[in-house]
């Protein structure tokens, strides 16, 4: 009968190695969402932009430092934003009285569709335009609609991708709310 | 010598010869590369189109930014430009899209950390193939006859198997013609 050589194992050993490795990489690689990628500017201050609103003077976001800042990027022609329209307007309505703003960035958009939109679908919360999309590479956009949570300090707590949801929306910006309170 | 043997010879020779040449070829196409990349400093535009190409489309699916149409891949393109004219070196325009995006926005993977790996291991995975097969060319060249070595080790041999042998080589040399 043949045996197995000391060499042969050995050669085992490091192909069940290599193996064993591919997997546990595959493994852990195919159980996240490639949709979702983690912004390295959680924890971060928020880049800084001054832009034109739709219907006011230009607006900056380091003059709502002390404020909790809910940075929405959107556009009139996106079919996921309308969706979330009611979850922002909502919260814009329940927190603008406890130091909560809610700012609009349109993106990728003209601004006489975008007028319209915020006329026919009452948006109350203010507006702005990143008509070179210059604020939305500083803030790593990768589509939208994508929401940044700033708090009173000017750091992103958070960011979300896709729609918002005005339960969770509420609930994490109490929590931040909290926080900066402590 | 006779034609056979000559023959023999060269077949056995084979392996190393192709190896060899192999080896020639990837040092000829390394030089010509190496030489090539030497060339004349290149235009702002095509700096441009080369960071850019070296970026992930932010919102497209496996396009770099200097391939995509999209407004956003445009507006990267503008900020490169506008960097480089500034005095940026690609090093920093790639970290500050990196500073926004993370490392996923790079086209190649970053040469560390795990990612590393990407670079490393394909050089270390042909060093053990070259040296595998160095070590198989090797084997063949010495026992031409019986092919690739057996990598299974003979069981020892009992006493009783070891005088049959001896009783057997006993038989044979007295067979031999004188």
């Known amino acids: 009968m043949r045996r197995i050589t000391r060499r042969r194992g050995i050669l085992l050993g490091v192909v069940a190695a290599v193996v064993s490795a591919v997997v546990v990489l595959l493994s852990t690689g195919l159980g996240k969402d490639p949709s979702v990628v983690a912004s390295p500017l959680v924890g971060r201050v928020a880049p800084d932009f001054t832009l034109s609103q739709l219907n006011g003077p230009p607006m900056t976001l380091s003059k709502l430092r002390g ?10 022609w996106c079919t996921e934003c309308h969706t979330e329209q009611a979850a922002l307007d909502q919260t814009w309505q329940q ?9 609009g960035v349109n993106f990728e958009d003209t601004t006489g569709d975008a007028s319209d939109y915020v006329r026919t679908a009452g948006v109350a919360y203010p507006v702005v335009e990143d008509t070179d999309s210059r604020t939305a590479l500083a803030y790593g956009l990768r589509g939208i609609p994508e929401t ?35 | 010598m006779n034609a056979a043997a000559a023959k023999a010879r060269l077949r056995t020779k084979l392996p190393v010869l192709m190896v060899l040449l192999a080896v020639l070829v990837g040092a000829i196409t390394l030089a010509v ?42 507006q990267m393109r503008a900020e490169i430009a506008q960097k480089l004219r500034a005095g940026e070196s690609a090093d920093e ?36 193939g070259v040296l595998g097969a160095a070590m198989l060319i090797r084997r063949w060249v010495r026992s031409p006859e019986t092919g690739p070595a057996d990598d299974v080790e003979a069981a020892p041999l009992s006493a009783t198997q070891r005088r049959a042998v001896h009783r057997a080589l006993a038989r044979l040399r007295e067979e031999e013609p004188a």
């Open chain 1, 67 to 76: 404020q909790v800042v809910v940075v929405n990027f959107w556009a009139s």
């Open chain 1, 95 to 103: 927190f603008q009285d406890s130091g909560v703003v809610v700012v």
């Open chain 1, 148 to 182: 940044f949570i700033v708090d009173k300090t000017g750091r992103i707590v958070d960011r979300i991708i896709g729609p918002v949801d005005a339960t969770k929306l509420s609930s994490e910006i109490n929590e931040v709310l909290l926080a900066g309170a402590r």
């Open chain 2, 33 to 74: 590369v190496a030489v090539r990349g030497h060339q004349a400093q290149p235009s702002q535009a095509q700096q441009v189109q080369q960071i850019a190409a070296g970026l992930h489309c932010p919102i497209c699916k496996d396009l770099s930014v200097a391939d995509s149409p999209a407004p956003l891949a445009q």
């Open chain 2, 93 to 128: 325009i790639r970290a500050s899209f990196v500073a926004a995006y993370g490392d996923s926005v790079l086209m190649s993977p970053p040469r560390r950390g795990l990612s590393g790996a990407a670079y490393f291991l394909p050089a270390i995975v042909i060093l053990v």
